[in-house]
């Protein structure tokens, strides 16, 4: 079956420090790769997606980035934290839009 | 006007109630539909998928109403355990992509 791993499970950052948070996919191939951001009390707002290797679609001019190095793994960067970065990430997955999206347990990130 | 629109509630229920809630959506092209349920400081997980012919699981019942482009979703005899933000999902123009509305706040009161 498949399952998707996200970690850390929370986060407490320094503003101006760097952010690496990782999501990897088991037990499919090629699936489509999502990162959201929600914030407290807020909708889910789609940061970056991927349909395949080294293939990132940005959905919200920021100061994030996202890798995806490996088929299943998909990775969300930033060099410099801001305090507007805090909330909780979330990656999903997904094969077909027919079954809708997987996400995983979620990051919930504050910038002090 | 947003993509896809949720009433946020709170929707305060008693146990046993029967509670509704819709999502409206704007495009108009949009084939796949999906509730999801998230609990607090978790991740959303699947509820069910909205059929064109509407489905039912249980004590829950999702319908799609294409002409008036909204989605429903039913949740017969409340339980407490259902307690939770409801968001609904919807496919955008290429099909690759879901739109989420902000959710729906139930709680559901003894």
């Known amino acids: 079956s498949q399952t998707i791993h996200q970690w850390p499970a929370t986060l407490v950052q320094p503003v101006g420090s760097p952010l690496s948070l990782e999501c990897t996919v088991e037990?499919?191939?090629?699936?489509?790769l999502y990162w959201y951001r929600q914030a407290a009390g807020r909708g889910l707002q789609l940061l970056f997606y991927?349909?395949?290797?080294?293939?990132i679609s940005s959905e919200v001019p920021q100061n994030l980035s996202a890798s995806r190095p490996q088929d299943r793994q998909f990775i969300l960067s930033s060099k410099k934290l801001l305090l507007s970065d805090s909330g909780f990430y979330l990656c999903?997955?997904?094969?077909?839009?027919?079954?809708?999206?997987?996400f995983g347990s979620g990051t919930r990130l504050t910038v002090v | 006007r947003k993509e896809v629109e949720q009433d946020p509630g709170p929707f305060n229920v008693p146990e046993g109630a029967t509670v509704a809630f819709n999502c409206t959506y704007s495009n108009s092209a949009s084939q796949s539909f999906f509730w999801y349920r998230q609990d607090c400081r978790k991740e959303p997980k699947l509820l069910m998928s909205v059929y064109s012919s509407g489905n039912e699981d249980g004590r829950f019942t999702a319908q799609l109403n294409r002409a008036s482009q909204y989605i429903s979703l039913l949740i017969r005899d409340s339980k407490l355990s259902d307690s939770a933000t409801y968001l609904c999902?919807?496919?955008?123009?290429?099909?690759?992509?879901?739109?989420f509305g902000g959710g729906t706040r139930l709680m559901v009161k003894p």
């Open positions: 037990g499919t191939s090629n699936p489509n």
């Open positions: 999903a997955w997904s094969v077909s839009q027919l079954y809708g999206y997987t």
């Open positions: 999902a919807v496919n955008n123009d290429a099909g690759n992509m879901l739109t």
């Open positions: 991927s349909v395949g290797i080294g293939q």
